[in-house]
């Protein structure tokens, strides 16, 4: 079974400091990792994902497999970051692409 | 709007009804994807549909049933409905069936049973 536990379910953080939003996952294939966002009124959005090693909004997540962990950091907090953020993961094998979600974190981000 | 579109947003009904829940994917996305979303579970994936056909299926209950039209269209069913089933239901929509697909998720139907 494939799992994603995200421990914290409320983050705050001042402006300017850095941001580190924990998730650790379960699952005995390769996985693909995500992490989505949700800002306020809107929807449920990608925000990286592991496969494409890319920063967006200053964002990174490195896939630790010997931990089972998909941290998503960055290094100075800005207002516009609150939001919350879901980690989410991908089986490899076929009829397991869904994507199984971790209960989110909150992110606030303090002036 | 080019995105997933979901109808109804808001949706009251009463215990023991029925409730048909609509999805629209994005332009040229191929697979559907239901989610719901609950205080207690958080988002669940409940079911996925590839080109008209069920592909996957997830923590549906048997009163849930989906499917995709020919149009790419999806209606998630929700019959004999009971308190626990207020929830809100995400459809999402990717462009193939598999490996790491962006999914894009739609706005979401808020469905509460009184």
């Known amino acids: 079974a494939q799992r994603v536990t995200q421990p914290e379910k409320l983050l705050s953080v001042f402006k300017g400091a850095p941001v580190e939003l924990k998730c650790n996952y379960s699952?005995?294939?390769?996985?693909?990792l995500f992490w989505y966002v949700q800002y306020s009124r809107q929807r449920l959005q990608l925000l990286l994902r592991?496969?494409s090693r890319e920063s967006i909004k200053g964002f990174t997540a490195d896939l630790n497999k010997g931990e089972t962990s998909f941290h998503l950091k960055k290094p100075f907090a800005q207002e516009e970051d609150s939001a919350m953020y879901y980690c989410?993961?991908?089986?490899?094998?076929?009829?397991?692409?869904?994507?199984?979600f971790g209960k989110g974190t909150k992110l606030s981000v303090i002036p | 709007d080019s995105g997933v579109t979901q109808t109804p947003k808001h949706l009251i009904t009463a215990t023991g009804q029925r409730v048909t829940l609509r999805c629209s994917p994005r332009?040229?996305?191929?697979?559907v994807y239901w989610y719901q979303q609950s205080l207690d579970q958080g988002l669940q994936f409940l079911i996925q549909?590839?080109?008209?056909?069920?592909?996957a299926k997830g923590n549906i209950l048997e009163r849930f049933s989906a499917q995709q039209f020919p149009d790419l269209h999806s209606e998630l069913n929700l019959s004999s409905l009971e308190l626990g089933d207020s929830a809100l239901y995400f459809c999402?929509?990717?462009?193939?069936?598999?490996?790491?697909?962006?999914?894009?998720f739609g706005p979401g139907t808020r469905l509460t049973v009184l």
């Open positions: 989410a993961l991908s089986g490899s094998g076929a009829g397991s692409y869904q994507l199984t």
């Open positions: 699952y005995s294939g390769s996985p693909e």
């Open positions: 332009s040229g996305d191929l697979s």
């Open positions: 592991h496969i």
């Open positions: 549909y590839y080109n008209g056909e069920e592909r």
């Open positions: 999402a929509s990717s462009v193939y069936g598999g490996g790491a697909n962006e999914q894009f």
